[in-house]
């Protein structure tokens, strides 16, 4: 007994438990947070905490240790170190890799693995690890954890026929901090009434409506307007090479957009009466100008491409496409334009993977000129979000791009606006397709409210 509140004591010190006001992946407000990672940087309590599991499965039989990063690998590490039984590795999801193999290392067929992981919640995602393990062909019976948060995960996984064991449960280890005044006796009191109360689902996805979206920038607002005025949360992209053929265009399907988009730099016979006309046009049929140049260089490069090219996107471009990958202070220049930050692309083995695409959302929330990004999945309530790769028609094409219906978008993604070009601008009559995709697109936008 000692020896468990020696090592938690110890633990806490590396700062495994925070308390104070953490809101939780599921939107609920928790008065504590764990995180079992620090555990790594000590060699001596990472050695203790190996040998108190392995004790704990003492009289189980199992070929192999499998360890589910972070927390979890080096404990499973150590355990496999001091008990010479091989390790094997649970991967974390990777979307856009090429190999479909879950678990890492060397085993085979029918192998018996105990799995070793941190913290058990609710069970679901330990459940959807054991599945993932045993679709490998292994086979998992038991299962050894440090920490349970007591919401219903251990017996979960019992009533499935798993033997689950834990070193901890959370009510214990608030019991000791107490106990050795690392918690008082009013923290103790508010984080046992936390763990009483019954436990809450999650925060439901629902998706919330343009006019209720917590946009500051002015041109963020403008958009979210006209497509309320217009019901339309079409941007059409003109990938066209002639003044004349954009022009035409924009006469089209003005009526049906938000924003006419453009590549400015593969426009053959560029010129400012372009811009005079193109504005007229968005004038009068009231949609933005949206430049997607897809910057990504250090700020005051970007500075000159905006501000100081023959296309000088600074004086007409309402919206323009940045990628962050040069950091935040690389975003401020674009003055009032309003950026749309590219945080994950369309195509076909992007580079743009869940990492990045968090880091890069994270950079976007940032900084007070980003409006939306560009992405293929949801994003935080205060960013609009743009979607290209869409069609009715066709799923893809002989480079890469990959299409989703406009169904697709506004249901799964939660998309506020999406970008369509070759769907429009190559069909027979440009403004009966316009008008298709505005149709369609706004019908998904409002069902999507209430899925
Ligand atoms: P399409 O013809 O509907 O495939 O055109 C899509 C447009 O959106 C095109 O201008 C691309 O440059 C742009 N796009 C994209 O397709 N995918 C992305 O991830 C990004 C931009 Br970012």
């Known amino acids: 007994m000692q020896q468990r509140e020696d090592f938690l004591l110890k633990a806490y010190e590396l700062g495994i438990i925070k308390f104070g006001k953490f809101t939780l992946k599921s939107g609920v407000?928790?008065?504590?947070?764990?995180?079992?990672?620090?555990?790594?940087?000590?060699?001596?309590?990472?050695k203790t905490l190996a040998n108190n599991l392995l004790d704990l499965v003492e009289d189980v039989d199992y070929d192999l240790i499998c360890g589910v990063p972070y927390a979890a690998l080096p404990m499973a590490t150590t355990?496999?170190?001091?008990?010479?039984?091989?390790?094997?590795?649970?991967?974390?999801?990777?979307?856009?890799?090429?190999?479909?193999?879950?678990?890492?290392g060397v085993f085979e067929e029918g192998q018996s693995c105990l799995l070793v992981e941190d913290v058990i919640t609710s069970g679901q995602s330990l459940l959807e690890t054991v599945d993932?393990?045993?679709?490998?062909?292994?086979?998992?019976?038991?299962?050894?954890?440090?920490?349970?948060?007591?919401?219903?995960?251990?017996?979960?996984?019992?009533?499935?026929?798993?033997?689950?064991?834990?070193?901890?449960?959370?009510?214990?280890?608030?019991?000791i901090l107490h106990k050795f005044h690392r918690l008082s006796d009013e923290e103790t009191k508010q984080i046992k009434d936390?763990?009483?109360?019954?436990?809450?689902?999650?925060?439901?996805?629902?998706?919330?409506?343009?006019?209720?979206?917590?946009?500051?920038?002015?041109?963020?607002?403008?958009?979210?307007?006209?497509?309320?005025?217009k019901q339309s949360n079409l941007i059409a992209s003109a990938d066209l090479i002639t003044s004349e053929e954009i022009v035409s265009f924009a006469n089209k399907v003005g009526e049906h957009i938000v924003a006419l988009k453009l590549h400015s730099d593969i426009i053959q016979d560029f010129s400012d009466q372009l811009i005079t006309d193109l504005k007229i046009i968005a004038r009068e049929k009231e949609f933005l100008l949206f430049e997607d140049r897809k910057f990504g260089d250090i700020g005051n490069?970007?500075?000159?491409?905006?501000?100081?090219?023959?296309?000088?996107?600074?004086?007409?471009?309402?919206?323009?496409t940045v990628h962050p990958i040069g950091g935040l202070e690389s975003l401020k220049v674009f003055d009032n334009t309003g950026v749309v930050t590219i945080v994950e692309m369309s195509s076909k083995g992007t580079l743009t993977d869940d990492y990045y695409f968090s880091k890069a959302v994270?950079?976007?929330?940032?900084?007070?000129?980003?409006l939306g990004?560009?992405?293929?999945?949801?994003?935080?309530?205060?960013?609009?979000?743009?979607?290209?790769?869409?069609?009715?028609?066709s799923t893809g094409d002989s480079k890469g791009q990959q299409y989703n219906t406009p169904e697709l978008v506004f249901k799964n993604y939660h998309t506020d606006f999406m970008i369509v070009g070759r769907g429009i601008y190559k069909a027979a009559d440009v403004k009966t397709a316009a008008k298709e995709y505005q149709t369609l697109g706004w019908i998904s936008y409002l069902q999507s409210l209430n899925n």
Request: net charge neutral; with cysteine; aromatic share 6%.
């Open 29 to 46: 407000e928790s008065p504590f947070y764990v995180d079992l990672r620090p555990l790594a940087s000590s060699p001596q309590l990472l």
């Open 79 to 104: 355990m496999s170190l001091t008990s010479n039984i091989p390790l094997i590795i649970k991967r974390k999801e990777n979307k856009g890799y090429g190999t479909k193999r879950m678990v890492e």
């Open 132 to 175: 993932q393990v045993e679709r490998e062909g292994l086979k998992v019976h038991d299962l050894v954890v440090v920490l349970d948060r007591e919401q219903g995960g251990v017996d979960k996984l019992r009533e499935q026929g798993y033997n689950v064991m834990t070193l901890f449960t959370i009510n214990e280890v608030i019991d």
């Open 194 to 229: 936390f763990l009483q109360q019954p436990i809450e689902q999650p925060v439901s996805k629902q998706r919330i409506a343009l006019e209720d979206k917590k946009i500051h920038h002015p041109v963020g607002k403008r958009l979210v307007e006209l497509a309320i005025k």
């Open 301 to 320: 490069t970007q500075e000159l491409q905006f501000k100081k090219s023959i296309y000088k996107i600074a004086d007409w471009a309402d919206l323009v």
């Open 362 to 370: 994270n950079l976007s929330e940032q900084s007070s000129n980003v």
């Open 373 to 393: 990004c560009v992405a293929q999945r949801q994003l935080p309530e205060n960013m609009l979000l743009f979607t290209p790769g869409v069609s009715i028609s």
